[in-house]
């Protein structure tokens, strides 16, 4: 059996702090503090914990020159658990499951550190709302209270500051001030089909396909994106929008039209988009989710092992959002956006593989409720007047 390194793959010491019990049965209270190494490496969910020994060896080894097992200085005690784990790529066919990803990410032209952020930071299953209610973290006096004082809201320079004419409003300006997230959607009402496609229409269908080799395409959308590659895909869970079954959609910008995906979901939407949107049951009753998927290979392809193209890849679905909410507030809906989501489960529910594609961010459009449930940020009360 041949064996490598995988490709990307960092260290870090994690400090455990504990009471020390010896200390205590000799009657003083002390704390003891053990350090761990992790490796953490680009392919794999969890940080695995490695020896001293193991640590070593995957650093004497090649990521990309394969070594005979055989020819390993080291104890099969000290590299079986890291084949097992995954930190070792090996050319058996037991193990192709972990080679594949590890292929994916390096054929995906992923910058290492990048590639770290955006795999360990992943959640699955995780319930973002129980967590903040558990630790009394919901209003903002909540958060004074336990965080102390934030960094002021406004940074101020020394010198003057000359002001600037406030100009009249327009239309446009009365449009921006009636966005406003909104956490209370009405749970009864549908939105329109042709309200669906405008809402697509404004922010993520090609308003031109710029066709520059048979094999090669960039579209011109309404919002930007770095590199002028639009890698992002629009994936829906429709709840309630009339003339469309409830379901999984994904959108053809180019098209403009849906298909239904050959998925079922084994939970009630609402549930399942709770589960998205880990646990924030103040969004998950939205008549469409729009969840926002790059395709990383398609940034990529331009920006190789560029420490900039994540960050744009990002940027990009953050514009997105700011244009859908804009479009909703346009037709008199509502929008949100979270980036609180628990990915694994999100590309479970949409047949996403994670290596090359996987959401950043889910948007909610629906119509409000007339009722004040979870508190929204209208300081002007121009959704929710006194
Ligand atoms: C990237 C991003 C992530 C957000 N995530 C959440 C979220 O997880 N839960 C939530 O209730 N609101 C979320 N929001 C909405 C913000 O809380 C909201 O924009 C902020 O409170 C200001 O309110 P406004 O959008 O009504 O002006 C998010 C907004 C952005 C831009």
């Known amino acids: ?9 960092m260290f870090e010491p994690r400090e455990d702090v504990s009471i020390d019990f010896n200390a205590m049965l000799a009657g003083r209270t002390e704390l003891s503090t053990a350090t761990t190494w992790f490796a953490l490496a680009a392919h794999l969910e969890q940080a695995v914990p490695v020896s001293a020994e193991q640590r070593e060896l995957l650093g004497s080894l090649s990521s990309r ?22 930190l070792l790529i090996s050319d058996d066919d037991a193990y192709a499951a972990h080679r594949h990803s590890d292929e994916g990410m390096r054929d995906g032209h992923w910058w290492p550190l990048a590639a770290l952020a955006h795999r360990h930071a992943r959640w699955s299953g995780v319930n973002s709302a129980a967590q903040m209610r558990d630790s009394n973290m919901v209003t903002a006096r909540d958060l004074r209270r336990q965080l102390g004082a934030p960094p002021p809201a406004v940074q101020v320079h020394p010198g003057t500051y000359q002001p600037l004419p406030a100009v009249d409003a327009t239309d446009y300006d009365r449009l921006l001030e009636r966005r406003t997230t909104c956490r209370n959607f009405d749970a009864a009402r549908s939105i329109g089909y042709g309200q669906l496609a405008q809402l697509l229409q404004r922010t993520v269908k090609a308003q031109a396909v710029v066709q520059v080799e048979a094999d090669t395409a960039f ?25 469309l079954a409830p379901g999984l959609y994904h959108y053809h910008p180019v098209e403009h039209a ?5 998925r079922q979901c084994d939970r009630p939407l ?14 998950a009753n939205a008549a469409a989710h729009l ?35 804009m479009a909703a507030t346009e037709q008199g809906l509502a929008a949100f956006v979270t980036a609180a989501i628990n990915d694994v489960d999100t590309e479970q529910v949409f047949g ?21 449930t979870t508190t929204e940020f209208d300081p002007n009360q121009v959704i929710w007047p006194a």
């Open 1 to 9: 059996m041949k064996l490598r390194r995988c490709t990307t793959i």
């Open 65 to 86: 020159q394969w070594t005979d097992a055989s020819d390993l200085g080291s104890h099969p005690r000290d590299w079986r658990p890291l084949l097992e784990a995954g």
């Open 219 to 243: 579209l011109k959308k309404n919002v930007p994106s770095g590199g002028g590659l639009h890698p992002t895909e629009t994936y829906l869970l429709v709840q309630r929008v009339d003339g």
């Open 258 to 262: 849906l298909v239904a995906l050959p």
């Open 270 to 283: 609402q549930d399942v988009a709770e589960a998205m949107l880990s646990g924030q049951d103040w969004f």
């Open 291 to 325: 969840v926002l998927v790059p395709r990383y290979a398609r940034t990529y392809w331009k920006y190789r092992n560029h420490a900039k193209a994540y960050r744009a890849l990002l940027l990009d679905v953050g514009h997105i959002s700011q244009a859908l909410y």
């Open 352 to 372: 996403l593989d994670s290596i090359t594609q996987g959401p950043v961010a889910v948007v909610g459009v629906g119509w409000r409720s007339e009722t004040l």
